[in-house]
């Protein structure tokens, strides 16, 4: 893409009000665009990552035998009163509601543990019917008391939730365990596999412990007790003496963090299943409750940690597989040298698949020019300048480590084969 045909700009300052900064360095690279506190359109370059984002835990979830749906915002109250999660109980108030013109109320659904139970009754029957798991990305709207964190904490988001529905207990754990390697492949994926933890959290009227995966910032909310070792952490809502002797680790090592949960997985029991009534018939006839679990991840809660954490003093550093894209190719004149060689140099990393962001822009200076590639946090910068396109070469500086190397124009194809990857 030419970024002189990108309509976004980069800009300064960003807003005054915005106090977190992923926030902060997004609006200001043009990825995001703040419409009121806690709700954020997503911008060319910012859908572009999101977008490989939700690619990875598409592949992910596809792995383990998901299969994707697409679940409504809109809810009536039957299900929800069943289970006691409705507007009315005090205890949740995250719901955002509205009514029809006959005066019927409606939510919009903080989470779909209700609407998808009840949606499986029409195609669960027998044990031949199970296991199954259906999986979404999906808007979420949660009435957020405090949205302060950019990204990190949306009154209006995107989530991955995936729900399983296992005959029993046993085949339930196998998936548990199956998903819990998964999401931490997903975070391994997105950069931020060295700082995350699979953490010990509240479980619920149905196991012991949940599962968060909690990925140490201070820009988060949560509090952890982290043993390197195991490479395991503890929820402070948890932190007891019964549950560190439970877990067996020594409290001497625990060191105390601030984090994020960016994922969490849920066992389920029969809550869900018994309230909306979800059995099948088992191997010996007998009318039996569904065993179900749940498990979320937030794409957006995500691209803002990546910021947060990996981000330096000039601005974004994008991991390559989420980076919007590979390579931002910097024309440093306009005269006819570096125009031509610039150009044609774009063509060939297009006829390549490579994804290209090239700074055409005429009459901008190269300081300019630097500063914003900085900002938006490409991977590779690559430099055309009227010298170097005279001498036949190429500056290329690794955005991550700041390191430059000059190569011939010749050595491009192997330069790529080592450092970008093809794969769509
Ligand atoms: P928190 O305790 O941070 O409010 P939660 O426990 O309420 O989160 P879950 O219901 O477990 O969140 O949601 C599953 C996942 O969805 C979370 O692990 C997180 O990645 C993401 N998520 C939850 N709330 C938000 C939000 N307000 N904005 C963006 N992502 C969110
Ligand atoms: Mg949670």
Redesign the pocket.
Known sequence: MKQSQLFTKTRKEAPKDEVAKNAELLIRGGYIHKEMA?VYTYLPLGLRVLEKINFIIRNEMNKVGGQEILLTSLQEKDAWEKTNRWVTNPDVD?WFTTKLKNETELGLA??HEEPLTRLMKEHIRSYRDLPVYPYQIQT?F?N?SR?K?G?????E?????LYSFSKDEAEHSTFYENIKNSYLSIFKRVGLGNTTYVTFASGGSFSKY?H??QTVTSAG??VIYVDEKKGIAINKEVYTDEVIADLGVDKDTLIEKES?????I?SLGTRFSDALELTYVNETGENVPVVMG?Y???????M?TVVEVLSDDKGIVWPKEIAPFTIHLVRISDKDGALKTADTLYKELISKNIEVLYDDRAEVRAGEKFADSDLLGIPYRFVMSDKLAEAGQIEIKERQSGKIEIISQNDLGAWLKQNAHYEK
């Open positions: 806690g995250v903080f989470t979420k949660r957020e949205a964190s990204l990190m904490r949306g009154r988001f995107l989530m991955k939730d949940s968060e995966f909310e949560d994020v949960e960016v994922g969490n849920f749940s979320g991840i937030g794409p957006g809660r995500l803002g």
